[in-house]
């Protein structure tokens, strides 16, 4: 299929606007700190997690992610073979921690067309249980967000006339933004709620064209057991940001001893998700997600494909969390 014009690429852009802030991520629960910096290292493990997204698969410079996600517990909170063992009183050795550290990090890449936008952060979180399973946890995170563009291969149709082209040429072709995010999150193995805003501060040369910008990201889910093999676990991701509609994801899936799951959400921004993935072993798992939409276009209709590949390093109990 022809590439897209310069006028779409655009409007294609704003997808990637405001630093990362509405990148669409189907298995968004996968890399949960990167949209809810409290819950770093809120699983007892090293939680790796690598994956690719690729949109509208037959057309030229539609939108593709790969991102790469990591984080762990400096400090256990707990034993790492509580799971495997009766003794769970408060005198014994398994007995949880009262406070434990997270560190982690991610990078996403989005491209459109020519327009390519990168980012990386660090983050961090202490957690303290306040009451058996449950925690509270205060994240942060902070990093660097670059968008460029490769006008050597943009084709523009009147160049000289196309005042859009212009006025983003005279605003300058790269962009450097930092990054940080505030969170604040409460979990257990049963449930996790977060709210986190975020904030984006870009370089002091493209400050008269994009001001400072501030997004708010609330994310929750519960686990309910269905039997002793199946288990319902709805969850939702809301966000708001300057100059974008609120946008709402709202799902659940259904997971079978804790190894399988299959689930379906929506956004509202007409958009459907579909996925499954599977725990391999100890150490590796799956995920595929497929997102279509129900809105009226000829260009979204091709659907979006999305995988991601997780290891669970230093998993001593192995423990597979809710998310």
Do not use: C
């Not at 909170?77 to 982690?104: E, F, I, M, W």
């Not at 205060?138 to 968008?147: A, F, Q, R, Y």
């Amino acid at each position: 299929m022809k590439k897209p014009s310069f006028s779409l690429l655009l409007l294609l852009l704003t997808h990637l606007a405001l630093g990362q802030n509405n990148v669409f991520i189907g298995q968004y629960f996968k890399i949960m700190p990167t949209f809810a910096p409290g819950l770093t290292g809120a699983s007892n493990f090293l939680d790796i997690k690598m994956g690719t997204r690729s949109q509208w698969a037959d057309v030229d410079g539609a939108p593709t992610t790969q991102f790469f996600s990591a984080n762990g517990t400096i400090r256990p909170g707990r034993n790492a073979y509580k799971y495997n063992s009766h003794q769970v009183d408060d005198t014994s050795p398994y007995a949880k921690k009262p406070v434990k550290v997270g560190l982690g990090g991610y990078v996403i890449n989005d491209e459109v067309g020519e327009f390519r936008q990168t980012e990386g952060l660090i983050s961090s979180a202490v957690h303290v249980n306040i009451h058996r399973d449950i925690s509270l946890s205060l994240g942060v995170s902070g990093g660097i967000n670059h968008t460029r563009i490769d006008v050597d291969n943009l084709t523009v149709r009147n160049p000289e006339n196309d005042e859009t082209y212009k006025n983003y040429l005279a605003s300058g072709l790269q962009r450097n933004s930092l990054k940080f995010l505030f969170g604040l999150s409460a979990h257990s193995d049963q449930f996790y709620f977060s709210y986190a805003m975020m904030n984006l501060y870009p370089s002091s040369d493209h400050r008269e064209v994009h001001d400072r910008e501030v997004a708010h990201h609330i994310i929750g889910g519960y686990s309910y057991a269905l039997d002793s093999q199946f288990e319902l676990i709805p969850n939702f991701h809301a966000r708001k940001a300057d100059q974008q509609r609120f946008l709402l994801d709202i799902g659940a899936r259904v997971r079978y001893q804790r190894n399988a799951y299959a689930g379906i959400s929506y956004r509202t921004n007409q958009h459907f998700v579909s996925m499954f993935g599977y725990v391999v072993n100890d150490l590796l798992d799956i995920g595929y997600s497929f997102e279509w939409t129900s809105a009226n276009s000829a260009l979204t209709n091709s659907g979006s494909h999305e995988i991601v590949i997780g290891l669970r390093l230093f998993n001593y109990g192995k423990y597979v969390p809710m998310w």
